[in-house]
């Protein structure tokens, strides 16, 4: 909506300044009867006595009632307000499961209400602002009887979605609702008076903290950094991109680390020094939780328009300040708001807490040489919000009763999305518990402040062993160990819970907030599951560290991981296969235990949502003991028996409502998950799901595993395309068909998420089996990419009824060999080069599998140390061999000190893409693939490790799972082999 919609209820305030101030009221919760004037219902059937049976799935078209996901969502005669029936929603509540509606009408700038009225047997209602309202509601069961929602609004966009969700705390909600309606309304209800709004003085600057303090910075100098950094940035060599710089809080009650980029403190403050603001990209970032108050707060800070501008005046947009209600709130049971605090192009200062609640100050009359004091704030006790610039402002009442809710983010300089910087010298941020009408003097003591984390010293467990007096590289050695430790520090600062959030590299560095490559903050208790970079696979780096080590803090945190896979577990028994056990994709730590969020009732299969899990359990038993590990992992591979597809693959997705695998796409297009025991081999779904009924079947010498397993290698080779190009699809129908995934992720014989996965499942097959029919595919394969070979390789995906190389774009092929199709793809908005351009494949990788093949019919696979070695002396030359490895030295060198990063051991990624500066994931397998090898082997050298466990550089352990069994050298010793 824009600020000057006629319909908006505003109201223009002289005050004795050359400032206007106006107030946008949008949307109020409904406590009397409704405005006058005509009003129409724009949904239909709200009242379901006129509909039938389960509703549609959702998003199949507009002006109907649709089922997001619920276990039932439909008409039924059990309760009614009024007629003879209302809406049933049934759910398990591990997802946000609703009933939606789409209202294609709306008129942006005119009234509505919505409306219904509804009864809770079990867990609640959720009520979404994505649908178009200005916060989210929660109404909490169970019910007595019929109660009614009603809520005024003003629209912002044509389209308006009813979305009618559930409690999503792994309970069932049993919900029903009727007369649901979204009335057009006459005129704007009648809306709350603005009142003025003004400090009896202006504050100086806060010298110390006080007792209602909850974040205060004076951007004088850097702070709140550990002694070695600190001593670190007096260097005259120090660079100004170093992270250490950053303009941290001199006092907060949570994180007082900042993140964030291109700013600098700079002298002429407003008090001291300040914090510039003024490039492209630049912004300053704290975490929300402990340091922003939720019920009553007050923000106060100065502004000075940058040297040489006016950015009071400048017709641009400029942001100042944003806070981000964090997602925690969803799954605690708090509601919470957004604030938005920047200048708009026509130079008015806003004000905005949610969608459509603003208030509006011209400032093109600020001077821009002079210091200007900018407060913002609110009081949910009193239901009232507050701007002020240099003291004097308007206060209006919140139009609808906000509930408190953390914030995840302090965003101060730009905005939260787009590179808007406020473009001016930012000085003395102070954040108070206080409403802006408190001004008595706060004597009391400030909350105690967390202090900086200090650094760990290690003791080595390879100096002094006499391995520099056998001829080995100890300088190097100890190098290896001695980065590879600092590093697993880091990634054990970074757990929260049992868990990490590894989309990405997430962890930002030094404030170790969580955040992708945006500048808003996940929640610190946010726990992430699935891709090759997810929590599992951490754990089991910290596992392998412990054997190679033998450092008690890293199995201390491998066990935290593997409680809490026990604790989120959802357990269900089957007929067929015992117990099952799933788990969500994405979990919430708490001070009341972690709690899952959604994914478990459409359970992941790839993207080793239920092997990483599995695999944990099982490789924390190896080391505990502990039976309740193994009985979960056993647990974890009964669902995967039960999710196994009939053909033998595994699907996308498990549906728990329905008891069946899904494929991501539909038939002749992308998406829609309509593919009934539709198969993957994309992100590994079926071969990993193989390595890991075989780690388990080694444990409990269960067949039921190895039969799954010889079903599914069989499938990968029904499952080759014919020619031309004999390849494999990343994803199939239940009939071997190719179809679409994603828009991107079309119908196609592809080698990544294809072919390269369909070999490894059959290479294992083979030396499991011993059996010639497993490599015979590939040999088909090599010799159809002979025949498509280009100058530099292959590409990436192929029309397998053709042969003509392809690449897709929202649900478009392009034929990349058409010069006017690839520059039509580009245009498109193309894509990552490795699925367009030549040598996507490249002639290495054709090599590497063509000699995998030779050396599995030679009977040469990986590299290993046997069980039984002959001498000391063969461990010996093998470290030597291996510490003079390329790949292991060129890890090592990437754990040094680099460039303008002060710190041994970190692998920081230092990408311009990262609006909120350098950050790292805690899963990142290099730092550990072959500098924990080198450790391992070391220790078996000097007789601390059995040679069993130890297999050189080339094994590639912890992509392969070797290591979860007792002796990793037996792992394809099973009874699938002939013997």
Request: hydrophobic residues 35%; positive net charge; contains cysteine.
């Amino acid at each position: 909506m824009t600020p000057d919609t006629k319909e908006a209820a505003m109201c223009r305030l002289s005050l004795p300044t050359v400032l206007t101030i106006v107030v946008v009221l949008l949307c109020r919760i409904v406590t009397a009867s409704a405005a006058d004037g005509p009003e129409t219902n724009l949904i239909k059937n709200g009242d379901f006595e006129s509909a039938v049976g389960n509703f549609p799935k959702w998003h199949g078209a507009d002006r109907r009632f649709e089922n997001d996901g619920c276990l039932y969502c439909g008409p039924t005669d059990e309760q009614a307000f009024r007629g003879k029936r209302s809406c049933k929603i049934r759910t398990t509540g591990t997802r946000g499961d609703c009933l939606r509606y789409v209202c294609p009408d709306m008129k942006p700038g005119k009234a509505y209400r919505f409306e219904f009225h509804y009864r809770i047997q079990s867990g609640g209602i959720v009520i979404s602002q994505d649908g178009g309202l200005s916060q989210n509601f929660r109404l909490a069961g169970p019910t007595n009887k019929w109660k009614k929602f009603a809520v005024n609004f003003v629209a912002e966009n044509r389209n308006y979605v009813v979305a009618i969700g559930n409690f999503r705390r792994r309970k069932p909600n049993l919900i029903f609702v009727d007369d649901v309606k979204l009335i057009a309304l006459g005129q704007l209800p009648p809306g709350f008076s603005p009142t003025p709004f003004q400090l009896a003085t202006l504050p100086t600057r806060a010298g110390r903290p006080a007792g209602h303090t909850a974040l205060l910075a004076h951007f004088d100098a850097v702070v709140g950094l550990d002694v070695r950094y600190l001593q670190n940035i007096q260097s005259p060599k120090i660079s100004p991109r170093s992270p250490l710089l950053r303009p941290n809080a001199d006092y907060a009650r949570g994180n007082r680390l900042s993140a964030g980029r291109d700013t600098a403190i700079v002298a002429n403050g407003k008090f001291g020094k300040s914090v510039a603001l003024t490039a492209p990209r630049a912004c300053v970032i704290f975490g929300g939780e402990k340091n922003c108050p939720t019920r009553t707060a007050t923000i106060e800070l100065f502004a000075k328009s940058q040297s040489g501008r006016n950015i009071w005046s400048d017709g641009k947009e400029r942001w100042f300040a944003h806070l981000h209600r964090s997602q925690m709130n969803d799954v605690t049971g708090h509601d919470g708001f957004h604030l938005d605090f920047y200048k708009n192009r026509l130079n008015q200062l806003v004000l905005s807490c949610g969608k459509g609640r603003r208030i509006q100050i011209d400032v093109a009359g600020l001077a821009p040489e002079a210091w200007h004091h900018l407060l913002l704030g609110w009081d949910l006790s009193t239901h009232r919000m507050f701007l002020s610039i240099n003291g004097k402002g308007l206060s209006v009442s919140l139009p609808l009763p906000l509930s408190p809710g953390e914030f995840s983010t302090i965003l101060l300089g730009n905005h939260p999305r787009q590179n808007l910087p406020a473009g001016c010298l930012l000085d003395e941020l102070s954040i108070t518990s206080r409403p802006p009408t408190s001004r008595s003097a706060d004597n009391g003591p400030p909350r105690p402040m967390r202090q900086p984390r200090q650094h760990r010293e290690f003791q080595s467990v390879l100096v002094g062993k006499g391995l520099g007096d056998i001829g080995v590289d100890e300088k190097m050695l100890l190098r290896t160990e001695r980065r590879v430790r600092l590093w697993l520090d880091w990634v054990i600062r970074a757990q929260r819970g049992g868990g990490w959030a590894t989309t990405v590299d997430n962890v930002r560095w030094p404030s170790m907030l969580r955040g992708g490559y945006e500048r808003l903050c996940d929640p610190s208790g946010q726990v992430t599951f699935g891709k090759t970079y997810n929590t599992s696979h951490t754990a089991m780096h910290l596992c392998f560290a412990y054997e190679a080590i033998g450092d008690p803090r890293y199995l201390q945190a491998a066990r935290r991981t593997a409680d809490m896979y026990l604790e989120l577990q959802a357990t269900a028994p089957s007929k067929r296969f015992g117990i099952t056990g799933r788990w969500p994709k994405i979990a919430y730590v708490t001070s009341d235990g972690t709690i899952p969020g959604h994914g478990l009732d459409r359970t992941m299969i790839q993207d080793f949502y239920i092997t990483g899990p599995t695999l944990t359990l099982l490789y924390v038993h190896k080391l505990t003991g502990r039976k309740e590990y193994l009985e979960g992992a056993i647990r974890g591979a009964n669902f995967l028996l039960l999710a196994q597809n009939p053909n033998g693959s595994w699907p996308h997705h498990f549906e728990w409502s329905l008891q069946a695998g899904f494929g991501t796409g539909s038939p002749n297009r992308p998406g829609g998950n309509q593919l009934r025991h539709g198969a993957e081999l994309n992100d590994n779904a079926t071969t990993d799901a193989i390595r890991t009924l075989v780690a388990l079947w080694h444990w409990t010498r269960d067949d039921r595993y190895l039969a799954a397993v010889r079903r599914a290698a069989d499938w990968v080779i029904e499952a080759q395309l014919d020619g031309p190009t004999f390849g494999w699809a990343a994803q199939y129908d239940s009939n071997n068909v190719p179809c679409w995934a994603r828009a991107h992720e079309p119908p196609a014989a592809v080698w990544g998420n294809g072919a390269l996965m369909a070999s490894n499942a059959l290479l294992l097959a083979h030396r499991l089996t011993g059996e010639e029919k497993y490599l015979v595919p590939l040999d088909r394969y090599l010799a159809a990419l002979d025949t498509l070979r280009t100058p530099k390789g292959w590409y990436q995906q192929y029309d397998y009824k053709n042969g003509r190389p392809i690449a897709a774009r929202g649900g478009k092929i392009y034929f990349l060999d058409d010069p006017e199709q690839l520059k039509a793809f580009q245009a498109a908005g193309g894509g990552s080069a490795g699925y367009w351009q030549r040598g996507a494949l490249p002639v290495k990788e054709y090599n590497r599998l063509k000699q995998q093949v030779v050396s599995a019919r030679q009977g040469k696979f990986l590299p290993m140390i046997p069980a039984a070695v002959s001498s000391r002396d063969q461990l010996i030359a093998v470290l030597k061999q291996e510490l003079g490895n390329k790949s292991l030295n060129r890890d090592v060198d990437l754990l040094a000190a680099r460039r303008w990063i002060p710190e041994e051991g970190l692998w920081l990624s230092t990408a311009n893409k990262f609006d909120a500066g350098p950050a790292f994931s805690p899963c990142n397998e290099r730092p550990v693939r072959y500098t924990l090898r080198i450790c391992h082997l070391a220790r078996a050298v000097i007789g601390e490790v059995d040679p069993g466990q130890v297999f050189p550089l080339g094994g590639e352990i912890l992509r392969h799972r070797y290591h979860v069994i007792r002796q990793p050298s037996e792992f394809f010793n099973t009874s699938l082999r002939k013997r």
